[in-house]
């Protein structure tokens, strides 16, 4: 069965930083093409970033340089650091798996709440 | 504002179809064959209902269809349940760098 839990979200302060977690079981991260999907309360969804199987990782132009996606193969594991947050990067963060060679997004996390705010 | 239109809310009574559009450009919709559906129920994560347009993930009901024409894709529901309340988003592939575009999504109600 597959399953995508995320952890690490929470309360901080603008212009801190966060790294949210999300180990996967059912298939190999490494193997795959992932995704972190963010929702603002209220709000619709918006892709944050990829990474793809051979390592190349892509981003939103609102998070570039501030958000960087990894993974650990041994924990089958992905990663996203979030550094110099803003508070309009409050929102749920969903670790999705994205089909590999297409354009949708076929398993997806519960979700961790950020809430960025002074 | 969303890369993708979608109308605001739709609503329709139990037994009835509905259908929900997601319009884009040629850069997105319209060009390529990688149009999305998934379901939101409040406070659940989004669940996959249509791919590449056309396509029901294994165990999504039939009564779900989607289409597309020029640069307007559709999502129809029909034999409306109460289950079938919720929000409903459609995402597609663009040649632009954003990659991905999603709508804004539409709250559906069953009256």
């Known amino acids: 069965e597959v399953e995508l839990v995320e952890t690490g979200g929470g309360l901080i302060q603008p212009g801190g930083s966060l790294r949210l977690s999300c180990v996967v079981s059912?298939?190999?991260?490494?193997?795959?093409?992932m995704t972190w999907v963010r929702q603002a309360p209220g709000k619709g969804l918006q892709w944050v970033s990829f990474?793809?199987?051979?390592?190349?990782?892509y981003y939103a132009d609102s998070v570039k340089g501030r958000f960087t996606i990894s993974r650990d193969n041994s924990k089958n594991t992905l990663y996203l650091q979030m550094n110099s947050l803003r508070v309009e990067d409050t929102a749920v963060y969903y670790c999705v798996r994205r089909a590999t060679t297409a354009w949708h997004f076929d398993y997806w996390g519960q979700g961790t709440l950020v809430t960025v705010a002074s | 504002q969303s890369a993708l239109t979608q109308p605001a809310s739709v609503s329709g009574s139990p037994g009835q179809s509905i259908t929900i559009s997601c319009t884009g450009t040629s850069s997105d919709v319209g060009g390529y064959e990688f149009v999305s559906w998934y379901q939101q129920h409040p406070g659940k994560a989004p669940k996959l209902m249509i791919y590449?347009?056309?396509n029901r993930p294994s165990g999504v009901s039939n009564r779900f269809s989607g289409s597309k024409s020029g640069n307007t894709a559709s999502l129809t529901i029909s034999r409306l349940q109460a289950e079938d309340e919720a929000d409903y988003y459609c995402t597609s592939y663009t040649s632009s760098s954003t990659l991905v575009v999603f709508g804004g999504g539409t709250k559906l109600t069953v009256l």
């Open positions: 990474m793809y199987s051979g390592g190349a990782t």
């Open positions: 059912g298939f190999i991260v490494s193997s795959n093409y």
């Open positions: 590449d347009v056309t």
